[in-house]
């Protein structure tokens, strides 16, 4: 079976095609949403998504989140004596999606569509899909996560649609795509987008909005940074996605038995606090325009997607850029899980898709960093040569041509580059070529460098020396990154060592990881009642009797529903 998954930064989702509709999968939870969390203790036990989340307010330095900004960097995440990088963390959050699908459809998917954000590099998309192979996927293709909303919202009601802009901002990227779709083709136009910009900055902002009034006995900084960073984030989301729903909210975080501190915060304060955020949504989407050569007032939509797309700031923003209201017609959390489905069926080769096609593009250019002649004899160096730029469609094939520098040389190296700088250091290095060359005079030996760029967004090199007729072929790998498939093998394995719990089991651990961070945000009788809650449900576990301990679960999942759904104030 082919799955689409959404591997987001907050929040992950799968979905299957199945009887020609793109369908979400449920989690054990019974949530579509699983947050893109892990927590482990020293035991090697494993939970993952609300329940890791919610383990974090008690052991922050054994849960991750966010891993995907790290992805296909050295960035080392060390959980209870285990360190991992953002891929096995990532394959971790896939397996999990993976045996959901398993428990509802009773088959074991071997393939996936996975969904990336368009402004992904090389390195971070083929760090993807190793976190795809590592959960025992094979990942059939990536596809960019705005290309996979417009996919669900285009496929609607399958008519023609002029050039829309699908504006994507999750927890913590930010992509834009024009896309238009006629006779069955869905068209991008172009993508451009911040990788480094979401509701993560948002909650950043307002954490620093209040850190002084919020705390004027500098309670906060007698806590391990650890600690005080995720107690503080924590109340910035929720007093954020709060604010979605009112002009005020209240900012608090309990410290201890008597300390709650609290404030209000204004939706004018925030939108001010977070005007340098908005700024850099402007950005991407005049990019997108340009590149497509399409005006602003020729969109018929601006189609919302990803859960930061609710804050009332956000749309104010988008209104005030676009002179007009957005579309909010598909839901901003399924569209991409949707889009990767449809996708799997169009793989797949499903009759229901058959006359669907889609064309994407490159969204940054791509090129070689070379030398040239200044004007007083010498040569500049690290200047960067595109070989493809940007917002091409996809596959592309393109070469060009270069010449020794030197008198003898019998080598020659190109850093690889992304980016839209001219001098490279301000663009990203992919890696690097190295080809021998026949000794000539300089400029006498021509390489012709060509750079392949197929569907997924992953890129080849080849390189063809005419002079000896040589070729090179090579799949870009970063030198440092070289991971052989035995060190994919080791760390399957490694992963594979963890345990998950039972599925009973992972119930209760997640009740166990829900209540003690209700503990934590409580004061007074409730605290004092939920402590009680949680020692009689811990002598039920003790009875290993699984009446006693399903009647017992019930009771605290119903007492917890109760206190957590009166309200954020
Ligand atoms: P990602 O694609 O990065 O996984 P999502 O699209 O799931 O992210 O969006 C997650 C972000 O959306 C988080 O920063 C979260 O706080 C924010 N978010 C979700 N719901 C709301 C809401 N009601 N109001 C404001 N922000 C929200
Ligand atoms: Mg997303």
Redesign the pocket.
Known sequence: MLIGI?L?????AVAIWQDGEARLVPAASGEV?TP?AISLDEDGHNWIGTSALDRRATHPGDTATSF?RAMGSRTVFSLAGRDFQAEDLSALVLSALVRDVESLTGCKPAEAVITVPAYFNDRQRKATRQAGELAGLTVRRLIN?PTAAALAFGLQDKGDREPFLVF??????FDVSIVEMFDGIVEVRASAGDNRL???D??TALASLVRERLDPDKRLAALAPARRDTLLLRAA?RC??A???SNEAEFFVTLDEETRLSTLVGQDEFEAACAPLLDRLRDPIVRALRDSAIEAAELSEIVL????T??PVVRKAITRLFGRFPNATVH??HA?ALGAAIQAGLAGRDAALEEIRITDVCPYTLGVEVAEPDAHGGLQRGLFSPIIERNTPVPVSRVQSYSTLSDGQTQIEFGIYQGEAREVVRNIRLGEIRVPVPSRPAGEVDVEVRFSYDSSGLLEVDVHIPLDDSRHNLVLVEEEDRAGPEDLEARRARLAELKLHPREEMQNQALIARAERCYEDHIGAMRHAIGRWITHFAGALDTQDPHVIREARDRLSANLDGIETSGPL
């Open positions: 959404d987001g930064t907050t929040n992950s949403l893109s995907k996560e994507d901002l999750g927890g913590g990227t979401g509701g993560d948002f909650d989301r954020r996605e604010l979605s729903l997607v990803g859960g930061a609710r804050m901003p959390d991409v």
